[in-house]
């Protein structure tokens, strides 16, 4: 049940309350409705009885047609009562007691699901029925399905809603269409691999979403894989089905429809009305009608579309080749007459005119223009269809390769920017290149050709005279140096970039510059409070410049660093980097990105349960799709540290089995899951194994980390590794490099494991209060610091250190708070429930709660953002925390919860 998860738990909460509800399912053909009720059926006991009734177009002419298709062929029916339900004599009150009395003996005390399927077809009596079965008492849940567009005044279903809505508590749900990453969802479901995102978002747009739409051209994959269906002619049946809808057009009608199709996604009144000659009364007249139909929809002013683009196509596919020349060269020269500002439209027309000189200027003009609002895909596409006629045209190389690049298509980004790199006419055009592809290459994990295109920029920068194009060859280099970890060199080349931006007067090298020598100082500790200040510096620069890319690059800087001051500038510093990656069609900070940071602001304020769902949502939508040459499964690595966190042990295994079948992994990642693993488990045999692969391992690795030393000793010690081997593996871990808290707090650790507890809890105090650990480790601070004052048998004071601990660990899981909890024991305190501590509206944040108050004034997702300044993914985030916190399932229920206080 892809996308439809929420609405089928609503549901079958709704079935096993045992009391009767009522709840209406709305969408358009093809949309679910009947999937879903199929699917809630199968969830129910074998012991609920299930009545299904559909009805069928020209069901208003039969009395009761939903109630005798739901007892059709069902035994224990009796036949008198089915002969005074048809019979006209009777009143139409008795008649519908008699309906009422057979649903009765049908279902008698036992549990019920009663479906009545598409109600906009059912007659008046039918309805009726409906309605006064909801007014029955017992363990029933009546289901009513109907499309929107398809109720009139006229017809009973009409005043049925009406009256429900007055009567009765009932649940509304409306599905509506696939989200480009479900719709990969569902072709990675169908197919059995993630779906290339080129293919996903074609089809995607091709079906709008419909998940009917998507299944019918699905049934052609067979011979063809999801790329190459992509461009295959619709099936029979699908084609058939949407031709009827204008089928009966008259031919003025006829002949607008067509034109609109040729005209494309957008169709412009104006244009529409240029290239038909069609009066705008005249035109009006046969909009309106096509919108009544459900054939286009009105998508913005004097602007329409196609409600479902395979509409257009099926329309279109009758159509002559020489009719749609005709037909896009008029377009075409309308719009070079007004001068239009759309170079898109222009594109697709040209090209659909053969007028292929029009159509390059079009794609050339167009990709810069997609690629300065963030549209990275659009300007992706733009440039490849001038690419097809022109493909050494280096302009459209250099927006193929950023636009795909931006994309997350990482393997086109590489394939592109190499022939720009290769057929480059300038110096600037090289450099920047090489720019490109130094990034490209390392997001690829593409390590050799990184050092290699690093090689080829240190040549060019020794051919080239001082200036602009120099200056941009030494941020490459800075940057390739600080992505690699060479932070001394990256420090050496981004400062003489900058000597010479100052030099000649090179704003936007500066701005790189800079981003490159703030990235590189904020890594290191000691350095890290100038780098900091460095990035915050220049972020309101490069967002009035334009330059969102650094913006975004700066500001996710800021957000993985040592936190701000406090949790509020936190959250806007990662809605204002989201923001900027938006804008610079920048994929993998405004998703991927994004949430792993969502998940480090929750680490940051102590909620693990929000941490896990911030990666699981992130990693859920990565995974739809496949970018070749993106680093696989982002999430994966953190998610599995998480769940190690939370105990969640065999959910581990399972990543480490996903992430053991991906080739990019760095040589630590799975040695390390693993024997992290074998110790939370206490499987000390096989912990022991591992530790010499993972030492190994560590060979290849040229930097250390404290949190990382923090993570698998802690572990190390949990499994009971001998002190031997747990000097071996600091020693391993720690070099003098790692000199931070996290350093401290391991060393803590290890002193107390070796018995040393003065010296333990000297070391675990001078971090306590160090917030760069954040809560969690903080509160394993206070308890191993409890442990040695307990040791010393000074109770009060580990009493006291406790009671922090505890605060710290209230929205935490797992080993940290087991720990807690046997000092808490050895006290003869009550054990902390970490998990229940905090529910309800309390477990909400403060920016939670302040939409969550929003929520209950009816304010939707766009609303949300427009409010708050935020994206309305953002919002749609907040809304699903909002939702999981509160254990609800729809907005009223916060409304209810929150609103009401």
């Not at 019979?87 to 139409?92: A, E, G, I, L, Q």
């Not at 490459?476 to 690699?484: E, F, N, P, V, Y």
Request: aromatic residues 4%; contains cysteine; proline residues 4%.
């Amino acid at each position: 049940m892809i996308g439809r998860e929420s609405e089928l738990r609503r549901l079958a909460r709704l079935a096993s309350a045992r009391e009767p509800a009522v709840a209406m399912i709305a969408g358009e053909p093809g949309i679910g409705k009947t999937r879903l009720v199929h699917e809630l059926l199968g969830t129910v006991p074998a012991a609920t009885v299930v009545l299904v009734g559909q009805a069928e177009p020209g069901s208003l002419s039969r009395p009761y047609e939903v109630l005798l298709d739901a007892i059709d062929g069902r035994p224990g029916v009796d036949e008198e009562q089915l002969a005074a339900l048809a019979d006209p004599r009777r009143s139409p009150v008795e008649r519908l007691h008699v309906g009422l009395a057979v649903v009765a003996e049908l279902i008698g005390d036992a549990p019920a699901v009663i479906v009545f399927e598409d109600l906009h077809w059912a007659d008046s009596e039918s309805a009726a029925l409906f309605e006064r079965i909801a007014d029955q008492h017992g363990p029933r849940l009546l289901i009513g399905t109907y499309r929107p567009d398809e109720v009139s005044r006229r017809q009973p279903v009409a005043g049925l809603l009406a009256r429900m809505e007055r009567r009765h508590a009932v649940t509304h749900v409306r599905l509506n269409r696939l989200t480009p990453a479900q719709t990969a969802a569902m072709l990675a479901a169908a197919t059995g691999a993630p779906a290339p995102l080129r293919a996903a978002t074609a089809l995607h747009h091709r079906t709008g979403g419909n998940p009917f739409f998507l299944e019918e051209l699905l049934r052609a994959l067979p011979g063809y894989d999801v790329e190459g269906l992509v461009e295959q002619p619709l099936p029979w049946s699908l084609a058939d089905v949407l031709r009827r809808q204008v089928d009966d057009l008259d031919p003025v009608s006829h002949r607008i429809v067509e034109a609109a199709t040729v005209l494309g996604h957008r169709i412009p009144f104006d244009l529409l009305a240029d290239v038909t000659g069609s009066g705008e009364d005249e035109l009006i007249a046969v909009l309106r009608d096509l919108v009544t139909r459900g054939v286009l929809v009105e998508s913005g002013e004097d602007e329409f579309a196609f409600r479902h683009a395979l509409v257009r196509e099926a329309i279109a596919d009758q159509m002559l080749g020489r009719q749609r020349r005709r037909l896009h060269e008029a377009a075409l020269d309308i719009l070079l007459r007004g001068g239009t500002s759309d170079p898109a439209m222009v594109a697709h027309h040209a090209r659909g005119a053969g007028r292929y000189d029009d159509m390059i200027t079009a794609a050339r003009d167009g990709a810069v223009l997609y690629l300065s609002i963030g549209s990275a895909y659009q300007a992706l596409q733009l440039a490849e269809m001038g690419l097809d006629e022109a493909p050494d045209d280096t302009a459209l190389l250099a927006s193929a390769a950023r636009a795909a690049w931006l994309a997350g298509l990482l393997d086109d980004a590489l394939r592109h920017g190499r022939r720009w790199r290769d057929l480059a006419g300038t110096a600037t055009d090289r450099a920047e290149s090489l720019y490109l592809l130094v990034r490209v290459a390392w997001e690829a994990r593409a390590t050799d050709e990184m050092r290699a295109l690093t090689d080829d920029i240190e040549t060019l920068i020794a051919q080239l005279p001082p200036g602009a194009d120099q200056a941009r060859a030494m941020t490459a280099i800075a940057q390739s140096a600080t992505l690699r970890d060479e932070l001394d060199a990256a420090l050496l080349w981004s400062d003489r970039a900058l000597a010479l931006a100052d030099e000649f007067d090179l704003p936007a090298v500066r701005l790189a510059a800079l981003v490159e020598k703030g990235s590189m100082l904020a890594d290191r500790p000691q350095t890290a409070a100038d780098g900091r200040k460095i990035l915050a510096g220049l972020v309101d620069e490069a967002e009035q410049a334009g330059e969102w890319v650094l913006a975004a690059r700066a500001l996710n800087a800021l957000v993985q660093g040592e936190p701000p001051t406090s949790p509020a500038e936190h959250v806007a510093m990662l809605e204002r980097m989201r923001v900027d990656a938006e804008r610079a069609g920048f994929e993998s900070l405004a998703e991927a990105t994004y949430f792993q940071n969502r998940a480090r602001l929750a680490i940051r304020a102590g909620d693990l349960g929000d941490a896990i769902a911030a990666l699981e949502n992130g990693r859920e939508q990565d995974l739809s799709f496949r970018r070749r040459g993106r680093w696989a499964d982002y999430h994966g690595v953190f998610l599995a540290g998480l769940y190690l966190e939370a105990g969640e042990l065999d959910r581990v295994e399972q990543l480490i089995t996903d992430l053991a079948a991906l080739p990019n992994n760095p040589p630590t990642t799975i040695p390390g899951l693993a024997f992290h693993l074998a110790c939370r488990r206490g499987d000390l045999s096989r912990a022991e194994a591992l530790m010499d692969e993972l030492i190994a391992a560590f060979d290849g690795q040229t930097w250390r980390s404290g949190e990382q030393a923090h993570d698998l000793i802690s572990a190390a010690l949990a499994a009971g590794l001998s002190q031997d081997r747990l000097d071996r593996l600091a020693g391993n871990l720690l070099d003098a490099n790692v000199w931070d808290a996290f350093r401290t707090v391991t060393d803590a650790q290890l002193a107390e494991a070796r018995g040393r507890h003065a010296e333990a809890l000297d070391l675990y105090l001078a971090v306590a209060e160090a917030h760069i650990l954040g809560p969690s480790t903080r509160g394993t601070v206070r308890v191993g610091a409890a442990r040695c004052l307990l040791a010393a048998d000074r109770r009060a004071e580990a009493a006291a250190q406790v009671e922090s601990a505890a605060s710290l660990l209230a929205r935490w899981r797992g080993w940290r708070v087991v720990q807690l909890d046997q000092v808490r024991a050895q006290l003869g305190m009550a054990p902390a429930d970490a998990a229940a501590a905090v529910t309800g509206p309390a477990a909400l944040t403060p920016r939670e709660r302040e939409v969550a108050v929003l929520i209950s004034d009816g304010l939707t997702n766009t609303e949300l953002a427009r409010r708050l300044y935020i994206s309305p993914k953002t919002a749609a985030v907040h809304v699903s925390n909002i939702l999981r916190k509160l254990g609800v399932s729809s907005r009223t229920e916060v409304g209810d919860l929150v609103g009401r206080r």
